[in-house]
């Protein structure tokens, strides 16, 4: 009814809200680490393997951060649980777990790397020579 599609609306509102919160985080990461990206890039590694480790660091924050959420999720779910059945009214548990559930951390790291693929190039494109150069 129209309660799931509110509840749906909203779970896309918070999604693009991590999406970009992934994306701000990540684009910091790279200019506050701009000279140890050089560093490694002056030490051999390949542009390819600096952008990949962006990419790589916004699907660990993507996985721990859904399976934290699920976590919690299911924690609260069962308290309020034992709050309503203290009081004899709807009988909610946390422990059942939804085949649906198992697109979350997909979904999550489907938004994490979209989110990184800005900060990726930018890494990638980061010029050693211009990051030294400077003080």
Known sequence: GVGADVLRAFG??????????????????????????AMLRMLGAPPGRVAGLVLWEALWLAAMASALGLLLGHALAQALGWALQAQGLLPVTGWVWLPAEAGVPLLAAGVAGLAALLPAMQAYRTDVADLLSQP
């Open 12 to 37: 896309g509102v918070l999604l693009a809200v991590a999406a970009l919160s992934v994306f701000i985080a990540l684009w910091n990461a790279v200019r506050e680490r701009r000279a140890d990206l």
